[in-house]
Each structure stands twice: as C-alpha cells, then as structure tokens.
T-cell receptor
Framework: SQTIHQWPATLVQPVGSPLSLECTVE??????LYWYRQAAGRGLQLLFY??????ISSEVPQNLSASRPQDRQFILSSKKLLLSDSGFYLC??????????FGSGTQLSVL | GNSVTQMEGPVTLSEEAFLTINCTYT??????LFWYVQYPGEGLQLLLK?????DKGSNKGFEATYRKETTSFHLEKGSVQVSDSAVYFC????????????FGTGTRLQVFP
C-alpha cells in the first residue's frame, strides 16, 4: 500500500533561520508530489509541484524553495524564514484516480 | 479564475443533528468537485467527489450533489456523531487543470454529545 510520511509534525523557528521539511512516499513510483500551505483563516494554497526528479514548478513567488533529489522524496526549504512563513504545510501526492493523498502536515511557527 | 467559497466556521452541533456545510464555486465549464476532511492531528483525506453535473458523491453518511445551476456542492449528513468533528474542505479541479486542486478555506465542525 502507498504511504506518505512528513516530518516534523511541529516546528518553532526564529526569524532568519533556515528551514527544511521533508516528505517521502512509499509504495509507488514516479508520483506527482505537491507542497501546500494553509495560513490561518485561509484555504490550502499550492506552493510547488513536481512531476519527476529535479522537476519543480512554483505556483507563487515566495521565500521558499523545493527540491526533489529522489523519486519519492520532496523537500521544502528556506534560507531565511520570515514571520509570514508561519502556517500549516502539507505534502501530498497524486494517487489514483488522480486525487490527492496528503501527509499529516507540519505546523510551522516563526517567531 | 477558478475559486471555491465555503461557509465560515466553526459549526457547532449536538450529536444526531442535521449538518449542512455550504460550498459554491466559480469555474468555466464543468469542474470536478471534492470534499476533503481533516481529523485532529491528521492529514487531509478525500471524503467524496463528483465529476459531472447532478452527480451525488457519498461516503460515511455524508452526501453532496453537484448542482450546476446554482454552482454549489453543499455537504450534508442526516445525523452527525462526535467522531465527525473535523475540518472540512471543499475543492475543485478545473476542466483544464488536470492536476491542480483549488481549496476553500475550510469549515471546522464541532459535535458535542
């Protein structure tokens, strides 16, 4: 069966510090992978998606970046966090039939 | 562009009450419509979906009917349980956006015994 792992579950970081959130998928190959953010009082916003290793598409200009070093690994990063980067981050992959399967999310608080 | 609007929460109900969470959308053509649920401490899960007008999605006692004339996909359940307490997200996938989901802001449901 397919599973998706996302960690850490919660993270508190100071402004200006770096960020690395990791997401891995098991039980499938060549998945489409996604990073979403849910800011307080807002819906889920698509940040990045990837259709393959090294292929990243950015949906919105921002302080974050994404990388896909392996087929089933998707990483969200920042060199210097801003207060506005606080939010709930969700990794997802496209299962069948083309619906999203989400990880459990990371609650990021930038102080 | 495509968008989804859903009612603000929290929605607070007693057990066995009737639930409606409104969702309306703006899109060209015939998008696919979804309801996702996020239980406390967990990721989002697909609850139900409908891919064409007049389709009814159903799962775990929840239902939603794709209404093209009112551009709506309201979520309903006849008798809620405490275990239904969660955040519910309405979402759409545009006809040409084969792999992009647009989500509403989410509605928190709290069910008390």
């Amino acid at each position: 069966s397919q599973t998706i792992h996302q960690w850490p579950a919660t993270l508190v970081q100071p402004v200006g510090s770096p960020l690395s959130l990791e997401c891995t998928v098991e039980g499938t190959s060549n998945p489409n992978l996604y990073w979403y953010r849910q800011a307080a009082g807002r819906g889920l916003q698509l940040l990045f998606y990837s259709v393959g290793i090294g292929q990243i598409s950015s949906e919105v200009p921002q302080n974050l970046s994404a990388s896909r070093p392996q087929d089933r690994q998707f990483i969200l990063s920042s060199k210097k966090l801003l207060l506005s980067d606080s939010g709930f981050y969700l990794c997802a992959w496209s299962g069948e039939p083309r619906d999203r399967i989400f990880g459990s999310g990371t609650q990021l608080s930038v102080l | 562009g495509n968008s989804v609007t859903q009612m603000e929460g929290p929605v607070t109900l007693s057990e066995e009450a009737f639930l409606t969470i409104n969702c309306t959308y703006t899109a060209t053509g015939y998008p696919s419509l979804f309801w996702y649920v996020q239980y406390p401490g967990e990721g989002l899960q697909l609850l139900l979906k409908a891919t064409k007008a007049d389709d009814k999605g159903s799962n775990k006692g929840f239902e939603a009917t794709y209404r093209k004339e009112t551009t709506s996909f309201h979520l309903e359940k006849g008798s809620v349980q405490v275990s239904d307490s969660a955040v519910y997200f309405c979402a759409l996938r545009g006809l040409r956006d084969t792999d992009k989901l647009i989500f509403g802001t989410g509605t928190r449901l709290q069910v008390f015994p």
